[in-house]
T-cell receptor, first 113, second 115 residues
Framework: QKEVEQDPGPLSVPEGAIVSLNCTYS??????FMWYRQYSRKGPELLMY????GNKEDGRFTAQVDKSSKYISLFIRDSQPSDSATYLC?????????????FGQGTTLQVKP | GAVVSQHPSWVICKSGTSVKIECRSL??????MFWYRQFPKQSLMLMAT?????????EQGVEKDKFLINHASLTLSTLTVTSAHPEDSSFYIC???????????FGNGTRLTVT
């Protein structure tokens, strides 16, 4: 079993739709959770960073963490064509001082105008 | 803030030659930087952790003599792919963080093609 599982998609939605991206993880010791957006041929760009259960909102983006279910989600409201990219969840082991990230496989999203 | 710059953005080299990739933290000091590798349509795989002033820590299966890492200052880490072969062609991405507990910020990657 992989430490982090993410549905690779691809996911195609019409402009304005609400998008839900999800990851599950296996180790309850994981404590820090991130979502990155990666455009083609570019490095990942940090979107959201959280370490507690619950919701964290930033503009059109909401990150949700459910530690009891070991499940994290990223919601995108009013999706735009510019949101078309690959979205990666990433997790840091709570006891790690090195900052080593474990990535999900990434979900490719296409928002059609 | 927290900008990571990577250079070059792409490079083509002949088989058997060496290639150096630079990673700089522009507006913060980074005692630790991380080098990742990404194949097409795959996720990022950590290659090594670069520590300022000491030896890098390599992940299992990564050849330290082939992928030389130097972290000579708090703002610069370099990755040298020695005696490159076509199978080394990939997208190499570095990252750094402002401090412990902070998320990683990534450079824009270097696309290496070995012919």
């Amino acid at each position: 079993q992989k430490e982090v599982e993410q549905d690779p998609g691809p996911l195609s939605v019409p402009e304005g739709a609400i998008v839900s991206l999800n990851c599950t993880y296996s180790n309850s010791a994981f404590q820090y959770f991130m979502w990155y957006r990666q455009y083609s041929r570019k490095g990942p760009e940090l979107l959201m960073y959280t370490y507690s259960s619950g919701n964290k909102e930033d503009g059109r983006f909401t990150a949700q963490v459910d530690k009891s279910s070991k499940y994290i989600s990223l919601f995108i409201r009013d999706s735009q064509p510019s949101d078309s990219a690959t979205y990666l969840c990433a997790i840091v082991h709570g006891s790690s001082n090195t900052g080593k990230l474990i990535f999900g496989q990434g979900t490719t999203l296409q928002v059609k105008p | 803030g927290a900008v990571v710059s990577q250079h070059p953005s792409w490079v083509i080299c002949k088989s058997g030659t060496s290639v150096k990739i630079e990673c700089r933290s522009l507006d913060f000091q980074a005692t630790t930087m991380f080098w990742y590798r990404q194949f097409p349509k795959q996720s990022l795989m950590l290659m090594a952790t670069s520590n300022e002033g000491s030896k890098a820590t390599y992940e299992q299966g990564v050849e330290k003599d082939k992928f030389l890492i130097n972290h000579a200052s708090l703002t610069l880490s370099t990755l040298t792919v020695t005696s490159a072969h076509p199978e080394d062609s990939s997208f190499y991405i570095c990252s750094a963080r402002v401090g412990q507990g902070s998320p990683l910020h990534f450079g824009n990657g270097t696309r290496l093609t070995v012919t």
